[in-house]
């Protein structure tokens, strides 16, 4: 797509960034993480497909080779551990009752 | 209603109160039999996200006059398709504004509302709805027989001789009893969408509606070379734009999908629509794809599977349908289990009335119909040369370049597409497949 087929406007509308954008959904936080990742498995991933894919951006390559994830602001949606490959690099459950994503206008 | 038998908590767990579970629960608790509602959010509705048109016409069965009370944001008059390639777009819009009354056709709401509301009618229905409690897992006798679910509050297993497992896109419940065994990312769709706050008389002026009449815009392309679609809908003073994103391809690429709605967000014929609009909230789920192709084994032994948990979601390109086949496959199951309680078989064929049901009602009729339709939307010429190639012949046709005359158009087609890379016999194929499937 070239750019200046995209409409640029200055005032098109507010520029937001991804922490903005994540603090317009509800997470009602559980201390207990509900999705947790091993970091081995993690080391010798050449695909990486997670990174890319989670909508919440929570699987961050670290300068090791490593992966951090956080589970906070998870929207439980399940493609983390749809398009990873390598079996039993996540595992995945819903967090407890009452807590995690609330959607409003959804 | 009836006392449920021995040690049983209820004739019929229901596992989550979306769409198809509420329906599940006022269906079997209309016929008499003890029901539990069981639900991890909050509040029902609150895990579920859409992109947001429900058809509510199944509903005239269960709750008769259902536009009376019904949380409904607007009603759609106006459906549009939308083919998008780089620089133009194709739209094929229809109007209908007999949608904007009884019995209506669609409507825009939001499903924390939506699903609230169809929960309470199981309430009232007689069943008990229990918020805040995540299913853990299927509780069964030393024979291996289906005797309800554990859950993660304390004490909190809860027996009865039939499941109905409506618990959403990633089923665990579905996956634990064998039924369903495949997770393959290529039966899914990552859907994310934004809520765009502006003004209701901007929305009114810019898609040319008035009052509660809305507008469903479904677009193909646009998606920044990852197969998938896209989606404007409607609210009274919100728009909910979004894009639905093929699992495999997004992972195999480098866009994040916060990028790819943001370059459907600036493309020439969508910017104009949300000017100045605020993000009011950001929302991701996934989506069953395959239809068909996926679904599992709906019935087992004091089990019934039903709503997205059993495939049963519609997406074929111009149509993306799923709380009413979850509405109505909920039904049926409830029904079916309730008439299993009255015969005393809760075996697979004591529930066999609820695939019967299935067979000879849209929710199967229209899946096989279609059943071809998925996979030709997301293919890759589909995806990534047609929008092109009809915007490129369109936008030629259009063209009034003087001094030149006008070219036929059997050539203009012939020219588009060979420069979009698209073989005659490829088109004819996808030409058939295409009109067979819709047919
Ligand atoms: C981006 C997107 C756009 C869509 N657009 C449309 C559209 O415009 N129109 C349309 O008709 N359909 C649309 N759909 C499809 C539609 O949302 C689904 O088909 C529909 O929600 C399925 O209903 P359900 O009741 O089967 O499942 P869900 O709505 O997913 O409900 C499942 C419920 O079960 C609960 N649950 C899950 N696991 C447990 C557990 N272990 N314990 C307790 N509770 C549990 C969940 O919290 C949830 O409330 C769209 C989907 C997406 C993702
Ligand atoms: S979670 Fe899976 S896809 Fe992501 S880095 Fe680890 S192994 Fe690779
Ligand atoms: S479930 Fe979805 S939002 Fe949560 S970590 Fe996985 S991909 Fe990200």
Redesign the interface.
């Known amino acids: 797509?070239?750019p200046t087929?995209?409409?640029?406007?200055d005032?098109?509308?507010?520029e937001?960034s991804?922490e903005?954008?994540?603090g317009?959904?509800e997470f009602?936080i559980h201390e207990k993480a509900h999705i947790t990742v091993n970091g081995d498995s993690c080391r010798g991933c050449t695909?990486r497909?997670?990174v890319?894919?989670c909508?919440?951006?929570l699987f961050v390559p670290t300068s090791d080779g490593g992966i951090l994830f956080n589970y906070e602001n998870c929207?439980?949606?399940?493609?983390c551990?749809?398009?990873c490959n390598k079996e039993g690099a996540i595992s995945w459950t819903?967090?407890?009752?009452?807590y995690?994503?609330?959607?409003?206008?959804? | 209603m009836t006392a449920p038998a021995h040690d049983f908590d209820a004739d019929i767990i229901v596992v989550g109160a979306g769409p198809a579970g509420s329906c599940a629960a006022i269906a079997a608790a209309r016929a008499g039999k003890s029901v539990v509602l069981v639900e991890?959010?909050?509040f029902p509705?609150?895990?579920?996200?859409?992109g947001g048109v429900v058809y509510p016409r199944i509903l005239d069965e269960l709750i008769p006059s259902w536009w009376e009370t019904m949380p409904v944001q607007r009603w759609v008059v106006k459906r549009s398709t939308m083919l998008l390639s780089?620089?133009g777009a194709l739209n094929v819009d229809f109007r209908a504004n007999a949608w904007g009354a009884p019995p209506y056709n669609g409507a825009t709401a939001?499903?924390?509302d939506f699903d609230n509301w169809l929960a309470n009618h199981a309430v009232e229905a007689g069943a008990r709805l229990v918020?805040?409690?995540?299913v853990t897992g299927l509780l069964r006798d030393s024979t291996g027989r289906i005797q309800g679910v554990s859950?993660?509050?304390p004490d909190g297993d809860l027996r009865a001789p039939i499941v109905i497992a409506c618990d959403g896109?990633?089923s665990?419940l579905a996956k634990e009893s064998g039924l369903y065994p495949h997770?393959d990312?290529s039966n899914?769709t990552?859907g994310?969408?934004e809520?765009l706050a502006l003004p209701k008389h901007v929305i009114d002026e810019r898609f040319g509606v008035r009052d509660n009449q809305g507008v469903d815009i479904e677009i193909l392309g646009g998606t920044?070379g990852v197969n998938g679609g896209g989606f404007i809908y409607t609210?009274l003073d919100?728009v909910a734009l979004g894009v639905v994103l093929k699992?495999?391809k997004?992972?195999?690429?480098?866009?994040?999908?916060?990028q790819i709605i943001a370059?459907l967000?600036?493309?020439?014929a969508v910017?104009?629509l949300?000017?100045?609009?605020?993000?009011?909230?950001?929302?991701?789920?996934?989506i069953p794809e395959a239809g068909l192709e996926m679904m599992p084994t709906m019935v087992a032994d004091g089990m019934l599977v039903a709503g997205d948990a059993a495939a049963l979601c519609l997406a074929a390109g111009i149509w993306l349908e799923g709380v009413n086949f979850a509405m109505a496959s909920g039904m049926y199951a409830g029904q079916a289990a309730a008439e299993a309680i009255t015969k005393n078989d809760v075996s697979s064929r004591g529930l066999s009335g609820y695939t019967d049901r299935l067979e000879k009602t849209f929710v199967l009729r229209d899946h096989k119909k279609l059943r071809k339709v998925p996979h030709l939307v997301l293919s890759d010429r589909v995806q990534h040369k047609y929008p092109a190639f009809v915007a490129g012949v369109v936008e030629r046709v259009f063209r009034v370049d003087n001094p030149h005359p006008k070219p036929g158009v059997r050539r203009i087609v012939r020219e588009e597409r060979k420069k979009a890379g698209i073989g005659l016999l490829d088109l004819l194929r996808d030409g058939w497949t295409g009109m067979r499937g819709f047919g």
Request: positive net charge; proline residues 8%; contains cysteine.
């Open positions: 797509m070239s087929a995209r409409i640029e406007r005032n098109a509308w507010p937001i991804f903005e954008r994540i317009t959904a009602r695909t497909e997670c890319v894919a909508p919440a951006n929207f439980e949606c399940g493609t551990y749809l398009v819903y967090p407890e009752g009452g995690g994503i609330v959607f409003h206008r959804t | 991890r959010g909050p509705g609150s895990k579920n996200m859409y780089d620089t939001y499903r924390p918020c805040s409690t995540t859950t993660d509050r896109v990633n665990f997770t990312a899914f990552l994310v969408k809520t920044s609210n919100t699992l495999p997004l992972a195999a690429q480098q866009k994040r999908p916060e370059e967000k600036r493309h020439p910017a104009p949300i000017e100045g609009a605020e993000v009011k909230e950001y929302s991701a789920h996934v």
